[in-house]
Each structure stands twice: as C-alpha cells, then as structure tokens.
C-alpha cells in the first residue's frame, strides 16, 4: 500500500524558512513524479512543485519561483522542499502526491496518491 508522510511545517514569521519533507513507502517502481501541492482554507489545491523521477527534473509555480527549491534523496525515498523568505500568502496545508502519468504538471487530479498534509503558517 502506498504510504505518502508529510512533515516539518510549523509556524514561521515572514522571510523565514522551513524544510518539508516527504517520506514515500508502499512501492517501487513505475511512478514518474513526486510533486508538492499546498491548499489554503477556502481556496482551491495548487500545485507547487514537482520532480520527475527519471531525469529528475523540476518545475515550480511561479508564486514560488527563485523561494522554493524541491530535491529528492533517493535512498531515503524522501522528497523536500526547500522554503525560503516565506510570505504570509505561503500559509497553506501543504501536501505531497505521486504520479503514475505522464506528462508529470503541475495538476492535482493527474496525481495518484497523497499524504494526509502538514499545516504551514507564515505569521509575525
């Protein structure tokens, strides 16, 4: 069974940074990217970034761009995004997902699986 967990979020003042990360288990192969989405409270779910598994490949929204950084350690099986100079729009539930689609996008309904989501809050 696939098994997607989140964590690292928290409470941050603006221009501050956190390090999410998310552990994957359950499987092996055949999934082509492991992406980032975030959802604030009345708004739809955004796609944040992604990593493609085969050439590991990136991609980020533009909110993010130049801020985020996502990487993936492979023996660890653990993909991370990277949170700098934070800003009180960040403040979302941030969740990770996997893909079995190709091409891989930034699209939450082209994901398969997704973790149960850590809250960020960006606040002074």
């Known amino acids: 069974q696939v098994q997607l967990v989140e964590s690292g979020g928290g409470l941050v003042q603006p221009g501050g940074s956190l390090r999410l990360s998310c552990a994957a288990s359950?499987?092996?192969?055949?999934?082509?990217?492991i992406g980032w989405f975030r959802q604030a409270p009345g708004k739809e779910r955004e796609g944040v970034s992604f990593?493609?598994?085969?050439?590991?490949?990136?991609e980020y929204a533009d909110s993010v761009k130049g801020r985020f950084t996502i990487s993936r350690d492979n023996v660890k099986n653990t993909v991370y995004l990277q949170m700098n100079s934070l800003k009180p729009e960040d403040t979302a539930v941030y969740l990770c997902?996997?893909?079995?689609?190709?091409?891989?996008?930034?699209?939450?309904?082209?994901?398969?699986?997704w973790g149960q989501g850590t809250q960020v809050t960006v606040s002074s």
């Open positions: 359950g499987f092996t192969l055949g999934y082509h990217g």
């Open positions: 990593i493609k598994t085969s050439d590991g490949r990136t």
């Open positions: 997902a996997i893909t079995y689609s190709l091409p891989v996008a930034l699209t939450p309904v082209m994901y398969d699986y």
